[in-house]
């Protein structure tokens, strides 16, 4: 007699197919972080670039580009001002209603762009570039406004989870743009034309991409969406918080130029490339965690601790293991890039990479604030963090040139991740956040090891504080941990 399923007679039972529980298993995972990962490596396209451009020039005027660069990414956050997370964050909660807004977007970031043309003359004046610098200066704004509505283009697509587009978009952009510049820097040498050359590929990247978006959704803003004041209103917090964090996170460039030779600049530049390679792994838990955390704050506030610690997990998977490569790695790492005209830019990054570990745990509790609408509270948090940064600078610098920057930038990290963490302990997920520290202790030990073996550290002591940290993370990371 055959075996039949109750309720629905004649129906046999079959035993499940071999091999189906693993197939189940595989399609419910969640391949966002891959995609996203796989859109932050093609930073190395980028970078490659800039080591090209940096075995092109030498420490000098490489120091020059490096400052511009950096000026114009300080700059390019008064043109975004805060549009492409708010952006982000409106499509992930209401896909239909939030792509309304995107041209609005888009002509709030060109009218941003008209004062930064107005000032931009007198921080040339007072950083004190030559006219190619102030040429390098100009076309570095030009091309922070085409990353601009290029991030908006990403707030789309990240909105919705298609990271598999943006990593697909992301790549086209980068490598089409590396192509056309690196042709113009072997053809004529010239930084001015190179530059010129990146923001022509952007502005063409922004023109495709925003015809394939609008064949798909509708961008056009209607009767119901935000006047520019209301917009204003809204974008604000997060247009603070980019500023403060910018200027916590370049000013130290800024400051170098103004107050140590331009070789100075060039080697810190060299190690900060360096640093950007790994600092985009945490990008990639961000990303998708933002995403994550504003659609649970919407749907399901309960499952939100569960959230943090899978971004948490992601994070220790992917970043320290990076990280202790990187740190045993670095005394090759940098000349084998750059070549032996950097090598004082290796004792930059010993001090540089370590706090790429605190960071991480910092920018976690950022995202989580930013995408659970207490954007609010960052501006003040930001604001400190940049005083620190900018006191430590004014400190450190004068004494002790990039090195002291490099200190700098550790110091507002450590003040970064502390103001953080006391929001997060008074928000719903105070015992996730408890967790957090208690795994960010052992993390940055992990992460600080192969910097004391570069200065000079027993074996025994690195292999100690590695060991001792993997198996301190490794007792705390369980979910059960991290709930309410």
């Not at 820097?185 to 609008?214: E, H, K, Y």
Request: one cysteine or more.
């Amino acid at each position: 007699m055959r075996e039949t399923e109750p309720g629905k007679p004649g129906r046999e039972l079959r035993p499940p197919e071999p091999g189906r529980k693993w197939l189940d298993r595989l399609a419910r995972l969640d391949f966002s972080y891959f995609f996203a990962l796989l859109g932050e490596s093609t930073l190395a396209i980028t970078f490659v670039f800039y080591v090209l451009i940096a075995r092109a020039v030498g420490p000098g005027p490489y120091g020059m580009f490096s400052a511009a660069v950096a000026l114009g990414g300080i700059l390019g956050v008064l043109i975004q001002f805060g549009l492409p997370v708010l952006l982000t964050r409106n499509v992930a909660a209401d896909p239909g209603e939030g792509t309304r807004q995107t041209r609005q977007f888009i002509a709030i970031q060109l009218v941003h762009t008209v004062p930064v043309l107005l000032i931009l003359p007198l921080l040339i004046h007072l950083m004190g570039f030559s006219r190619q610098g102030a040429a390098l200066c100009y076309l570095m704004v030009f091309a922070e406004l085409c990353r601009s509505v290029k991030m908006l283009w990403r707030s789309i697509m990240k909105g919705n989870s298609w990271f598999h587009l943006e990593s697909l978009s992301v790549f086209a952009e980068r490598l089409f743009s590396a192509l056309l510049a690196g042709t113009v820097l072997f053809t004529t040498g010239s930084l001015v034309l190179t530059t010129a050359a990146l923001v022509f590929a952007r502005i063409v990247d922004n023109v495709v991409t925003g015809v394939c978006l609008g064949r798909r959704f509708q961008l056009t803003a209607d009767r119901q969406t935000p006047a520019w004041t209301e917009t204003w209103r809204r974008a604000l917090p997060f247009a603070l918080h980019g500023l403060l964090w910018v200027l916590y996170y370049q000013v130290d460039m800024i400051m170098l130029k103004a107050m140590a030779p331009e070789v100075e600049v060039g080697y810190y530049g060299a190690a900060y490339r360096v640093l950007e390679i790994f600092a985009a792994l945490p990008r990639v838990v961000f990303y998708v965690a933002f995403t994550r955390f504003a659609q649970c704050h919407v749907q399901d506030p309960a499952r939100m601790p569960g959230h943090i610690y899978r971004a948490a997990r992601v994070l220790l998977l992917l970043v320290l293991p990076a990280l202790l490569a990187a740190g045993f790695l670095q005394p090759l790492l940098v000349p084998f890039l750059f070549g032996n005209a950097y090598l004082a830019s290796v004792g930059l990054l010993a001090v540089l990479l370590p706090g790429l570990a605190v960071k991480m745990f910092g920018s976690l509790n950022e995202e989580y604030l930013l995408a659970t609408g207490a954007e609010k509270k960052l501006p003040p948090l930001m604001l400190a963090v940049a005083l620190s940064n900018i006191s430590a600078n004014l400190l450190l610098i004068p004494r002790f040139g990039a090195m002291g920057a490099a200190v700098a930038t550790g110091i507002s990290e450590c003040v970064f991740f502390s103001l953080g963490l006391r929001l997060l302990l008074k928000s719903p997920v105070r015992r996730a956040a408890r967790q957090l520290v208690l795994i960010a202790f052992p993390s940055v030990l992990i992460a600080l090891a192969p910097s004391l073996a570069v200065a000079g550290a027993s074996v025994g002591l690195v292999s100690a504080l590695v060991a001792g940290g993997i198996l301190a993370v490794i007792a705390m990371m369980r979910p059960r941990f991290f709930g309410r």
